[in-house]
């Protein structure tokens, strides 16, 4: 049996990624802190005899792990602009620290290593799509940087362990991801707008819209990290959906699949705030034989009926 430690295995792409690891009969590991992760998204995971959880700061406690490793999924860290922003030495920590700690975990067990490491690597970028060839553009002292540059930070780290020990590692660059467990109000633009639109309040849209992104539906990121998870690729290898948004397309969307009657509202650009966002996938097809398979509109559909199930709506029905 496959046994696979996850950090940040109670977070929105953590918790699916356990979920699935489990479902295909492996054995898995969740180590989180709950800072931003929560109880309530790995509750059904609770009563399985293949799933445990590690309690406790991914820099410090993953020297109580025991027994055989098969692989290491490393996604411990604030991933949205509320979380990073207010936690700014804790994400600089969890992309330093946390990441070698997890790094020597895996040398020491021989097992494969996986960094989810993200699409803010290219910063505001001067080159789209963008391919992972490209450096990208990052002011390294801005608000965001604490994000950006503790994953390029990750990233630097993860290539000196493969270089210099021979460490079986790679790297996955996720693009903005969505789904059912995102947390309301945490600064992602795709729960903001359904909460707002099933409140019948508002939607906020920064700048004046134009920016550009692409969304994927968790389960298509899941399906890639589970590839990543399974082969030798050493990456980076871009997961993300192509098909690219206006922001304020996409609000448009959310209203007409909601039946919402909300306005809009604008505020100014966050500062580092991405113009455009699209992935070239032409690696993840030709290296983990990977694309999205779920569109923008079937994805919203399941996202806002589980925020319906969390009891956003009901006010307004």
């Given at each position: 049996m496959r046994r696979h430690i996850v950090t940040g295995g109670a977070g929105f792409i953590g918790s699916h990624l356990c979920e699935a690891l489990v479902e295909r009969g492996d054995a898995?590991?969740?180590?989180?802190?709950?800072?931003?992760?929560?109880?309530?998204?790995?509750?059904?995971?609770?009563?399985?005899?293949?799933?445990?959880?590690?309690?406790?700061?991914?820099?410090?406690?993953?020297?109580?792990?025991?027994?055989?490793?098969?692989?290491?999924?490393?996604?411990?860290?604030?991933?949205?602009?509320?979380?990073?922003?207010?936690?700014?030495?804790?994400?600089?920590?969890?992309?330093?620290?946390?990441?070698?700690?997890?790094?020597?975990?895996?040398?020491?067990?021989g097992a494969r290593f996986v960094l989810a490491s993200t699409s803010e690597v290219y910063g505001d970028p001067l080159v789209h799509p963008q391919r992972e060839d490209y450096w990208g553009n990052v002011n390294p002292v801005g608000p965001r940087s604490v994000y950006d540059e503790a994953k390029r930070f990750s990233e630097a780290m993860v290539a000196?362990?493969?270089?210099?020990?021979?460490?079986?590692?790679?790297?996955?660059?996720?693009?903005?991801?969505y789904g059912p467990r995102l947390r309301a109000g945490d600064g992602r633009v795709v729960s903001n707008f359904i909460v707002q639109a099933l409140s019948n309040q508002p939607l906020t849209i920064y700048g004046d819209g134009s920016q550009t992104r692409s969304f994927c539906y968790v389960d298509d990121t899941v399906s890639g990290l589970l590839r990543m998870l399974d082969t030798d690729v050493p990456g980076p290898v871009n997961l993300g959906n192509p098909a690219e948004l206006h922001v304020a397309e996409l609000a448009q969307l959310v209203l007409?699949?909601?039946?919402?009657?909300?306005?809009?509202?604008?505020?100014?650009?966050?500062?580092?705030?991405?113009?455009?966002?699209?992935?070239?996938?032409?690696?993840?097809?030709?290296?983990?034989?990977?694309?999205?398979?779920?569109?923008?509109?079937?994805?919203?559909?399941?996202?806002?009926?589980?925020?319906?199930?969390?009891?956003?709506?009901l006010e307004a029905s």
């Open positions: 898995v590991m969740c180590v989180d802190d709950f800072s931003s992760g929560s109880e309530e998204n790995i509750r059904a995971l609770a009563g399985s005899g293949l799933f445990q959880v590690l309690h406790g700061d991914v820099c410090s406690v993953l020297d109580e792990v025991d027994g055989p490793v098969s692989a290491v999924a490393h996604l411990a860290s604030p991933a949205s602009p509320a979380d990073y922003l207010t936690h700014p030495l804790e994400t600089l920590a969890a992309g330093s620290r946390g990441t070698e700690a997890a790094l020597r975990l895996a040398q020491a067990q000196a362990f493969r270089r210099t020990l021979g460490l079986d590692a790679g790297i996955v660059r996720i693009f903005n991801t007409h699949l909601t039946g919402s009657s909300a306005s809009f509202v604008y505020r100014p650009l966050p500062e580092d705030d991405p113009t455009r966002r699209r992935p070239d996938v032409a690696k993840a097809k030709e290296l983990l034989g990977w694309e999205p398979s779920v569109t923008a509109e079937e994805g919203l559909k399941r996202s806002i009926e589980w925020f319906r199930s969390q009891g956003f709506g």
